[in-house]
């Protein structure tokens, strides 16, 4: 289970030794992509490497995502059928323009793993056109599979006919201002778009602090020396270690010396296991454990 949305990090898919590297990595989901990493050709070699790995999950220390194909590319439910396998914690879905097309992702998924006996998966979708900008909210209370949603910025300014500057973000400020709004309206965190230039942390911790100032829970990144300074970003708030606290507080004897109630009603709502380690995951990092 993800319990926190610092970063997310995409690992080609095709690439075995960078897949076999992902086991190591503190980011806190490791997604496997089979999207803009991997060239047509190479995507069935791509399927079989997720699948390899996901047989060995209890190897990588933190939740493994699938980002596949988007709705429109035609490859999307042979990805589906491909991946969904005993190991993977969620889909990542780039792409997403409405709610109808998380509803009928969350029916394909549903039926796989009915037959094939796995656990409940968790969809991501990834906001990259005009048409999910405004849609965000629908999309983000499509399912309550829908843990997060994260936004894809070249993508939307290809949508919009537009060029990424990254000296000036005017282009793109609704859009990215727009998407946390939406998904905290809809309980849920929004992970923020990519910085492409992996060689200069400065730009990648001033993009990150802008994200977080705009009510981003994390950020998307696509190399390992991007986890920490993204982690120290976005150390959790006074008011997200207060509540941690309450909750271990509330929970720790039935916890850790099964004695006392599993679930208890805190500040007006009901907090259980899944709270607890939550709760706990967000001491540790602001703690600097994680």
Same mark, same amino acid.
């Given at each position: 289970?993800?319990?926190?949305?610092?970063?997310?990090?995409?690992?080609?898919?095709?690439?075995?030794?960078?897949?076999?590297?992902?086991?190591?990595?503190?980011?806190?989901?490791?997604?496997?992509?089979?999207?803009?990493?991997?060239?047509?050709?190479?995507?069935?070699?791509?399927?079989?490497?997720?699948?390899?790995?996901?047989?060995?999950?209890?190897?990588?220390?933190?939740?493994?995502?699938?980002?596949?194909?988007?709705?429109?590319?035609?490859?999307?439910?042979?990805?589906?059928?491909?991946?969904?396998?005993?190991?993977?914690?969620?889909?990542?879905?780039?792409?997403?323009?409405?709610?109808?097309?998380?509803?009928?992702?969350?029916?394909?998924?549903?039926?796989?793993?009915?037959?094939?006996?796995?656990?409940?998966? +968790?969809? /991501? &979708?990834?906001?990259?056109? #005009?048409? $999910?900008?405004?849609?965000?909210? !629908? =999309?983000?209370?499509?399912? *309550?599979?829908?843990?997060?949603?994260?936004?894809?910025?070249?993508?939307?300014?290809?949508?919009?006919?537009?060029?990424?500057?990254?000296?000036?973000?005017?282009?793109?400020?609704?859009?990215? +201002?727009? /998407? &946390?709004?939406?998904?905290? #309206?809809? $309980?849920?965190?929004?992970?923020? !778009? =990519?910085?492409?230039?992996? *060689?200069?942390?400065?730009?990648?911790?001033?993009?990150?602090?802008?994200?977080?100032?705009?009510?981003?829970?994390?950020?998307?990144?696509?190399?390992?020396?991007?986890?920490?300074?993204?982690?120290?970003?976005?150390?959790?708030?006074?008011?997200?270690?207060?509540?941690?606290?309450?909750?271990?507080?509330?929970?720790?004897?039935?916890?850790?010396?099964?004695?006392?109630?599993?679930?208890?009603?805190?500040?007006?709502?009901?907090?259980?296991?899944?709270?607890?380690?939550?709760?706990?995951?967000?001491?540790?990092?602001?703690?600097?454990?994680?």
């Amino acid at each position: 289970m993800t319990l926190l949305f610092r970063t997310l990090i995409f690992v080609p898919g095709a690439n075995a030794r960078f897949i076999e590297k992902a086991k190591t990595l503190g980011a806190d989901i490791v997604c496997f992509d089979l999207e803009d990493s991997v060239p047509t050709n190479e995507k069935e070699t791509a399927r079989q490497t997720i699948i390899s790995a996901l047989t060995k999950r209890e190897e990588y220390q933190k939740s493994v995502y699938v980002r596949i194909n988007s709705p429109d590319s035609g490859l999307m439910y042979a990805d589906i059928k491909a991946v969904v396998q005993k190991g993977i914690d969620g889909l990542v879905i780039p792409k997403v323009n409405d709610a109808d097309e998380i509803v009928e992702i969350a029916n394909a998924v549903s039926t796989l793993e009915k037959e094939r006996g796995i656990g409940r998966i +968790a969809l /991501i &979708p990834s906001i990259e056109t #005009a048409k $999910g900008v405004v849609n965000t909210y !629908a =999309i983000s209370s499509a399912d *309550d599979r829908v843990t997060a949603v994260v936004f894809g910025v070249f993508d939307f300014l290809h949508d919009m006919r537009m060029d990424y500057d990254e000296h000036d973000d005017s282009g793109y400020a609704y859009a990215r +201002a727009r /998407i &946390p709004v939406d998904a905290r #309206a809809a $309980g849920i965190p929004a992970i923020d !778009a =990519i910085w492409q230039k992996v *060689d200069d942390i400065d730009g990648l911790v001033r993009d990150a602090t802008a994200a977080k100032r705009l009510g981003y829970s994390g950020k998307s990144i696509i190399h390992p020396g991007q986890v920490d300074p993204v982690h120290k970003v976005f150390l959790p708030s006074k008011s997200e270690v207060e509540w941690a606290r309450k909750v271990v507080s509330a929970l720790g004897d039935a916890m850790e010396k099964g004695t006392g109630r599993l679930a208890v009603k805190l500040e007006g709502r009901m907090v259980d296991a899944v709270h607890y380690k939550q709760a706990k995951a967000i001491l540790e990092a602001a703690a600097g454990h994680r």
